[in-house]
């Protein structure tokens, strides 16, 4: 969602095409909020990593899938965007006007509060000592 300077405060939603790797924390960063979606039948098989991106960048996430899921936890114990169910419209709309209304010190907020929990538990250093930590139990075991 994107703020257009206008005074009835209109917001546009912008899908850009693929954008390469060199420069990309602009394109991020750019957004608002970032949409990330996960299918019903998509939790334990897949995981949208955009959700990383936005966290890295510190911006709020609009978030349409299940719970649960690792996005809705994520967002639930760090509060850094909101989750919608797929169909539900209302709740759509509601989440929508709600971040419209946030005003850009309360997203900056939420933005930073991802990021935190990323630096915090989810950086490479962190998930890479806590799979080698799991793989060694597991080689371990008699």
């Given at each position: 969602l994107h703020e257009t300077p206008d005074a009835d405060r209109n917001w546009n939603?912008?899908?850009l095409p693929y954008?390469?790797?060199v420069g990309l924390q602009h394109s991020l960063s750019a957004?608002?909020?970032h949409v990330v979606s996960l299918g019903e039948g998509m939790v334990g098989i897949i995981h949208p990593?955009?959700?990383y991106g936005a966290m890295a960048v510190?911006?709020?996430v609009l978030y349409f899938g299940p719970?649960?899921?690792h996005i809705a936890d994520l967002l639930s114990e760090h509060r850094f965007g909101r989750q919608v169910r797929h169909g539900d419209v209302a709740g759509a709309v509601e989440a929508i006007r709600e971040l419209r209304a946030t005003s850009p010190a309360e997203r900056d907020e939420m933005g930073r509060q991802g990021a935190e929990a990323l630096r915090r538990?989810?950086?490479q250093g962190i998930l890479c000592n806590q799979f080698c930590d799991r793989l060694e139990g597991a080689m371990c075991m008699d």
């Open positions: 939603a912008l899908s954008q390469p790797l957004a608002d909020v990593c955009k959700v510190g911006r709020p719970s649960p899921s538990l989810l950086s």
